[in-house]
């Protein structure tokens, strides 16, 4: 197969997963209650990207108002990372108001409880620009930690028979900015906690950079072969797949890339699931429009994943 016809073809293919997810005009089918019981829905808001400027404040509260009037109501939200526009090459200054806005903008408009997941920019200084150094507080991964109220930017937690990972994919790297992976003691601190977990409990992780995805395989193709940066998808994601496969983890979900897949790879859902802000609050991408994830978690530990669009338009979209 030739190089251009193999794209068309990867094109083609992810084209035909994106319409089966949502109606041609853009617009997400409304997700019915299909919840037996025992089992439960939450939400996913990644790639919030919540800023001054573009609207997206308002844009986000818009989403939020619209999880809000969702039946059944969801238990709780989980966002994926990038919450914030940006804190990787912004003053302190900046980079704490933008999480200060994020923070008034999640409290005025829902009373749902949230969990984070911590994104690319979401990390403090790693540019260092700005005269940020790595002695500035908050650097890193502080600044979110400290502003969110979290011990440390991976961490589990059970709910109604599940166990949650939150995982902190974000790694520094010697070429970039960052790299898509799990450093050395999370990882062993989660190949311990699912090793100790009872084996008939379900899993679901989380984390901002995809582990599986095919959103990046359209634009893959360089030199005759597949090459995907460090910065798209986990580079540890093979060995973590058969660590989710021996302990009973069953849904993957991430962020990061602003479209949506679903791949089931050995028994396991892996679920790329859009922006919230679509294009960055400039529209649709790549076909995708801004829009959340709906998980409907049964009993048995299956799951069904809707991509739900909100109705918003961007600054001179019509």
Not at 63 to 75: E, G, I, M, R, Y
Not at 160 to 183: A, H, I, K, M, N
Request: glycine residues 12%; contains cysteine; aromatic residues 10%.
């Amino acid at each position: 197969m030739s190089r251009v016809s193999r794209r068309n073809v990867l094109a083609g293919t992810l084209a035909a997963l994106g319409g089966s997810l949502w109606g041609r005009r853009g617009t997400a089918q409304t997700a019915t209650a299909a919840i037996g019981p025992g089992g439960f829905r939450f939400v996913h808001l990644t790639d919030l990207h919540v800023q001054p400027e573009l609207r997206a404040a308002e844009g986000l509260a818009a989403c939020l108002q619209a999880v809000n009037k969702l039946d059944p109501k969801p238990d709780f939200i989980m966002t994926g990372g990038d919450l914030v526009m940006d804190t990787l090459e912004q003053s302190a200054e900046r980079s704490s108001l933008l999480f200060d806005l994020l923070k008034k903008v999640l409290a005025d408009n829902t009373d749902i409880p949230i969990r984070h997941c911590i994104g690319n920019h979401d990390v403090f200084g790693w540019g260092r620009k700005h005269g940020v150094t790595n002695e500035t507080p908050g650097f890193g991964k502080r600044m979110y930690c400290e502003k969110l109220e979290i011990e440390r930017p991976y961490y589990a937690f059970d709910h109604r028979g599940r166990r949650f990972y939150v995982l902190d994919s974000v790694q520094p790297s010697e070429t970039g900015l960052y790299q898509g992976g799990l450093d050395e003691e999370q990882l062993a601190w989660l190949r311990q906690d699912l090793s100790d977990k009872p084996a008939d409990v379900p899993a679901v992780v989380v984390s901002h950079i995809p582990f599986i995805t095919v959103t990046v395989l359209p634009n893959a193709v360089k030199d005759g072969a597949f090459r995907i940066g460090a910065g798209a998808m986990c580079a540890d994601s093979q060995s973590l797949a058969e660590l989710f496969a021996r302990h009973n983890v069953r849904l993957a979900l991430s962020g990061h890339l602003h479209m949506v897949d679903e791949v089931l790879y050995r028994g396991v859902k892996y679920v790329c699931a859009g922006a919230v802000s679509g294009h960055w609050w400039k529209g649709v991408h790549k076909g995708f429009p801004e829009g959340f994830g709906i998980i409907d978690l049964n009993p048995d530990g299956g799951s069904r994943f809707t991509y739900q669009t909100y109705g918003w338009q961007a600054e001179g979209q019509t």
